[in-house]
């Protein structure tokens, strides 16, 4: 028949060893659920997305200003070059009209030019992120059976656990029992080890070491208070 403080170790152990598994569990289902790499990439790619179809917007607004300057300055050099204008003063007011929509054309032909490497910049950044993105996938899906795999055995081991822990707990007694659902301090089990409390580190007393020797009873530590089993 073993003893009330080592069960109470045992039980303890296989608490610790319940909850591990069922943390590994958890942090393997949610893997499983959402790669946290590719849930990243997808908002990276999303954002790249947006930029891109946002810099092509800007482009294709900028052609059509464009155009339309393009479509005034010809009517207006047309109406220069015509002769119907006779006043000077109209012609020289007309012919500055014109050199100053030129001038403001070459401009926006650079603004445009800037424009154009920026969406080509987003262009590349898109597809840089997709094939990050796509590569990311494909290493998840690869590694998918591999921890479906490995959850399973954790889940068999869980219950294994689960059983064990029960059968423990029914094979302490009663006041055992209370003792170690009454302990505050976590863990509620300390081992002793060179007749020192492992968990505190102070020295077990020798009426407290005899009564561990004999193992009937629950001996508490008298510093930390947590039920001593010896190693
Ligand atoms: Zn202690």
Redesign the pocket.
């Known amino acids: 028949m073993a003893k009330p403080a080592q069960l109470l170790l045992q039980y303890q152990r296989l608490v610790d060893r319940e909850r591990a598994l069922r943390d590994d569990i958890e942090r393997i289902e949610s893997q499983l659920q959402s790669d946290p790499e590719v849930a990243a990439l997808e908002e990276r790619a999303a954002a790249a997305q947006a930029q891109q179809e946002a810099t092509a917007a800007r482009v294709r607004e900028s052609d059509k200003a464009r155009e339309d300057h393009r479509t005034r300055l010809r009517s207006r050099e047309k109406e220069l070059m015509s002769g119907r204008i006779r006043n000077p003063t109209e012609l020289t007011q007309m012919s500055e009209e014109v050199q100053h929509m030129k001038s403001r054309f070459v401009e926006e032909e650079e603004a445009e030019l800037q424009l154009m490497e920026e969406a080509d910049a987003a262009d590349e950044a898109l597809k840089a992120v997709t094939a990050e993105l796509e590569a990311a996938r494909a290493r998840a899906a690869g590694e998918a059976p591999a921890l479906r795999a490995e959850l399973d055995e954790m889940r068999t081991e869980l219950a294994r656990v689960e059983a064990e822990k029960a059968e423990v707990w029914t094979e302490v007694s009663p006041s055992a029992q209370r003792a170690f659902t009454r302990q505050r301090v976590q863990p509620a089990v300390?081992e002793v080890r060179n007749n020192q409390?492992?968990?505190?580190?102070?020295t077990?007393t020798s009426r407290g070491l005899q009564m561990l020797r004999q193992g009937d009873e629950i001996v508490n530590?008298?510093?930390?208070?947590?039920i001593?089993v010896l190693a």
């Not at 409390?197 to 102070?202: D, L």
């Not at 530590?221 to 947590?226: A, H, Q, V």
């Open positions: 300390a409390c492992t968990a505190c580190r102070v077990v530590c008298e510093n930390c208070g947590r001593l």
